[in-house]
């Protein structure tokens, strides 16, 4: 059985970090990514990773703040977050691509149950 585990979500001041971690149990995954839901906003790309380690970022809004990695022999994905603004205020998912070939992830991929990112000014 297929499992995304977030956790390492919380409340921190303006211009803080936090590290989110993706546990995966069940499969390993080629790509894995972040997306956020802001209140009353639609879900946003924020990163995605491989196997090998090739990333890409939402660069509008997290460019050099953000760093996607993972540690593929614990089958785990990390977000590390820097400089934190009060506009990154979201629910953090992580999710996995189902077929291995694929680089983008969808609505009908893997999806874990969210971690709160509340950033206070």
């Known amino acids: 059985q297929v499992q995304l585990v977030e956790s390492g979500g919380g409340l921190v001041q303006a211009g803080g970090s936090l590290r989110l971690s993706c546990a995966a149990s069940?499969?390993?995954?080629?790509?894995m990514g972040w997306f956020r839901q802001a209140p009353g906003k639609e879900r946003e790309f924020v990163a995605t990773?491989?196997?090998?380690?090739?990333?890409?970022y939402n660069t509008h809004s997290v460019e050099g703040r953000f760093t996607i990695s993972r540690d593929n022999a614990k089958n785990t994905m990390y977000l590390q977050m820097n400089s934190l603004k009060p506009e990154d205020t979201a629910i953090y998912y992580c999710?996995?691509?189902?077929?291995?070939?694929?680089?983008?992830?969808?609505?009908?991929?893997?999806w874990g149950q969210g971690t709160q990112v509340t950033v206070s000014s």
């Open positions: 999710a996995a691509a189902k077929n291995p070939f694929r680089t983008n992830i969808d609505d009908s991929d893997f």
């Open positions: 069940g499969r390993t995954f080629n790509t």
């Open positions: 990773i491989t196997l090998s380690g090739r990333s890409t």
